[in-house]
Every structure is written in C-alpha cells, then in structure tokens.
C-alpha cells in the first residue's frame, strides 16, 4: 500500500512574525541568531503553557477531554511556515512511502537525502553517559527561526498560549524546533532547558515533560521518540523526537505479556513476537507515577552503560523500553557486511517500525522479512535481556518474586494483551493511504 503526504489546515499567520524586523530591533549578535548571550537579549517566542494539572491527575485524565487542538495547530503550522523558508535540508513530503505487506505492516521511506546531508555523530558510540561539550554541535547554536515555539506548565489551571513571549535566560526555557534532517512531516524536536545545556541523558524531569507533550497532542499518531548515546542518538544535548504518522506502527501491534503491577499503578509487561525484545509500561495513579517508574529505569540502564530506545505512544499512555546492542555488534564485526550495507541505523523509529532506507534497491525490495531480520540484530538476547529486567526491576523497587513471569503453561494461562489497534482519532490525519 503506497501513502501520500495529505497537507492539514493549519493556524500559521496568526504566530508567524518578521524575524527579519525582529533581529535587526535588537542587535545583530554574533550574526547567527542563535540562542546564546550573543543574540538572546530581547528575544521572543511563542509559549504554549499545558494545564498544570495537579499530581492527583492520571494520564487518562489528562487526555480523556484535550483542551484544544492548539499544540497540533500550532505546531503544524510553524513547522510549515518553516518548510516554506527553506530550512529543512531536504524536502520530506517528497519521499516515497509505503507500507510493507505482512502481519505488522511496516513501514518504509525512501530518504535518500537523509545520510548524506545528517549532521555526523561527534561523541563516543560505547558510552550511554558522557559530560556535555559545549565545542560540538548543541540547540544553542541553532538559529532561532529554526524554534517553533517555548513549552511550559500554565501557572493557571488552563492552557495558555502566549505569542509573543519573551526567552528568559534564567529560566531556561523548554523549546520545540524543527528537526532540520526530517523524517517524517511535523517531525520536531521536544528540547528541555535547552540553555542548561544538560547532556542526553534522561531524568524524571524530562521525562514527565515529554509526558505532558504527548498527552497535550491527544492524537495516537503523534508520538515522541528518544535514542541514547550508543543507541544512534548523533547530538549530546539532551533533547527528544516527534512526529505524526498516520498509521499504527508495528510495535503498537505486538502482543504484552503482563509481568507486574507495581504499587503505584504502572502496569509493566514484556513485548511478545516482536523482533526486538522490550518493556510496555502502562497506567499509573498519576503521570508522576508513570514519569518516575519510566525514568527510574531509564536511569538504571545508563548508569549500567546499556544504550536504549524510548517509545511514548498512545498520547502517553504507553511507553516502550528498549534496550539494544546493534551499535555493540558493529564495532565487535557481528553485524552482516549485507545489513551493514544499507547503512541503516536502527534507532527508535526504525525499532518501531517505521524503516527510514537510503537505497531505492533496498525500498524496492523490502520485505517484512527483511525488516524483523535487521531487527533481531538490535534485540539484546533473551538471556541478556532477562538479566536487563532484574537490574531495572532492583532499580525501581520490585523484588525478584515480583518478576517471576515465566511463559510456561497453556495461553489461556498467561496474561497476555492481544495486538491494540488504534481508534478515538480526533484530530488530523497526516499521511493517508491511497
């Protein structure tokens, strides 16, 4: 099946503004207009503010009845008054997409563009955890046409939307900004405290903002995305990824076995028949609850150096956990000169599902075959991953009885979740089949 970009109505004019009036009112800086001392006094953005809703809060409850559409209009539309300037190193509504016929229905993309003009990896690829650099490449060097706009809790329990904010340096603002090598329309960046300069590494803070985004967007195509150092993140500046595809990925449709519950509310289960092996963490008795089981074992699997995969699907609802080792088995010469060939670099879109390729024989080819095949070299082994699991489960609290979740016995034994399918949409739709 072949999909199409399908362009949205968009809120574009009542936000945009002449950047051009703006910089030249307020100094020219280093030139660049870029978000350090240089340029940053007198700068302005819009701030969408997302309901300060109380702890008590659930994520069910915070997206069961979304304000408005604003972040989605908002958002789309900036990101479209960019692609009309030019920013974007390639146009991404040119790439040919498709979905792979099989059981999960991957998805291909022909991006061509994408490696060639990538800003190369500057760090080391064996260490999860290394000290910020401010000497490469970080989101304070980027022009600040390239932010779409500042995302903040509302002092006021209601959404608010400031178009014209001021940047404040001591409060280290939380931005979106266009992803200049797009994969995907409305593909953004989610980057928190981006003047504190903080390294890519995730903490509960971050992670609950991340939360907060997703569950203000209430659209289960819209989801937000996040590699590790070693697990093909390419810029040390802590930041996230999002974007709308308008199809169910393969990874939402694989089947959970349900390990335990813990106290708070989270549902943690196992992924089944799926080729990378992963955690589904579901629910909680509030978004904090979620946010700190989440980011409690994200932090355990940095401080054990094991690269990692985030996934933040169903508007927050659901979160998969996915630690990997493709990077390891490249460096060790374990990966196939065939697969290493289609220089794909199996980051969280592609564990999702979602197979950005570079090479028209390797989109004109793809086989669901093909896909699970370059995924099972990213899934650690069952053993490695169960021994993974207990040090997560150590780190967040649970005891090794809890995790006893062993497959034995007939299926109508086991808490199995069946394959979900995504329905409720109430906003819109970016790609569609044809």
């Known amino acids: 099946m072949m999909l199409k970009i399908k362009r949205v109505p968009t809120l574009v004019s009542n936000f945009q503004k002449d950047e051009a009036d703006d910089i030249a009112a307020r100094g020219a800086g280093c030139g660049r207009n870029c978000l350090r001392n240089c340029c940053l006094p007198g700068s302005k953005l819009p701030l969408y503010a997302f309901k300060n809703l109380s702890s008590g809060k659930s994520v069910a409850d915070e997206t069961k009845e979304p304000p408005v559409d604003f972040l989605e209009s908002l958002l789309l539309g900036e990101w479209e008054d960019r692609q009309q300037k030019g920013l974007f190193r390639y146009d991404v509504t040119a790439c040919e997409t498709k979905v792979i016929p099989g059981e999960y229905g991957f998805v291909a993309q022909l991006n061509e563009g994408r490696h060639l003009k990538k800003r190369p990896t500057e760090f080391r690829v064996d260490k999860v955890l290394q000290p910020f650099d401010g000497s490469k490449f970080n989101f304070t060097k980027v022009g600040q046409e390239e932010l779409l706009f500042q995302f903040e809790a509302s002092e006021e329990d209601e959404v608010q939307l400031y178009p014209d904010a001021p940047i404040d340096p001591e409060k280290s603002p939380s931005v979106v900004a266009i992803n200049v090598s797009p994969i995907e329309y409305g593909h953004v960046l989610l980057i928190p405290k981006v003047l504190e300069c903080l390294p890519q590494r995730i903490d509960r803070d971050s992670f609950l903002l991340a939360l907060h985004m997703a569950a203000e967007a209430a659209n289960p195509y819209f989801r937000l995305g996040y590699n590790s150092l070693g697990a093909f993140a390419t810029i040390n500046h802590l930041h996230f990824q999002a974007y709308y595809l308008a199809v169910q990925f393969p990874i939402e449709k694989a089947p959970t076995q349900k390990i335990t519950v813990t106290d708070a509310g989270v549902k943690i289960s196992e992924m089944l028949n799926y080729p990378v092996r992963g955690l589904v963490f579901e629910g ?64 969280v879109w592609e564990i999702s599902g979602h197979m950005v390729l570079k090479r028209k024989e390797d989109y004109e080819g793809a086989t669901e075959a093909n896909a699970w095949r370059l995924l099972a070299e990213v899934s650690l082994s069952e053993a490695r991953f169960q021994e993974v699991t207990a040090l997560i489960f150590e780190a967040i609290g649970l005891s090794v009885e809890e995790n006893d979740h062993t497959l034995e016995g007939s299926p109508e034994d086991l808490d199995v979740t069946p394959p979900q399918e995504i329905d409720g949409l109430n906003t819109h739709s970016t790609m569609v089949p044809v």
């Open 284 to 347: 909680g008795n509030t978004l904090d609850d979620l946010a700190n089981v989440v980011s409690n074992s994200c932090i355990c699997l940095q401080e054990n150096n094991i690269p990692y995969n985030v996934l933040i699907s169903d508007s927050g609802r659901r979160i998969f956990l996915l630690p990997q080792c493709y990077a390891e088995k490249q460096a060790l010469g374990e990966v196939s000169p065939e697969l290493l060939d289609t220089q794909v670099n199996p980051a």
